[in-house]
């Protein structure tokens, strides 16, 4: 057997934090990969994305948005969301307009197959998201978001 360091207990307190850091991680690399199998099987190669989908329930939810308007919501360039905007439009779920006080921007608004689509989406990938989290209370959900949300701005921070 080799021979043990002697560690204070600050040293120590900080071991079981690394290591407690490094299982959370596994854990949610772990759920991450199986999450991400499934927006793939709900959002496959001949259905629009995950960022398509998004797209539509800001529309549904706003009315009307303007490409940019949807890149600020969504955290992104305008540029990127070309692709599936464009797609959405080919698909019919999605329409443009002009409004009359300026009729450079491009309105973007949900159609009646947008929101079917949508609806459908939504039903498909809610029950496979239940078979990740049936049986947590409603309570640790809850705390699991407050969590995540601390994670995600200190991501923020250390990208900025």
């Known amino acids: 057997m080799g021979a043990v360091l002697p560690i204070g207990n600050g040293e120590r307190a900080a071991a079981k934090a690394n290591d407690l850091l490094f299982v959370i991680a596994h854990e949610l690399l772990t759920v991450g ?11 496959g190669a001949q259905k629009p994305g995950y960022t398509a989908y998004v797209i539509l329930k ?71 998201l239940l078979k990740f989290f049936t049986g947590i209370p409603e309570t640790d959900l809850g705390e699991l978001d407050r969590i995540v949300g601390k994670v995600r701005r200190a991501n923020e921070r250390m990208a900025a």
Do not use: C
């Open 33 to 43: 990969v199986k999450l991400n199998g499934t927006l793939l099987r709900v959002f």
């Open 58 to 128: 800001i529309l549904h939810a706003d009315g009307t948005a303007s490409q940019k308007q949807l890149a600020w919501r969504l955290g992104r360039k305008s540029a990127t969301l070309t692709g599936p905007v464009l797609r959405l439009m080919t698909l019919g779920f999605v329409q443009a307009g002009k409004p009359a006080h300026d009729r450079r921007i491009k309105l973007l608004r949900i159609t009646p197959a947008g929101r079917d689509y949508l609806d459908e989406a939504t039903r498909e990938l809610s029950a496979e």
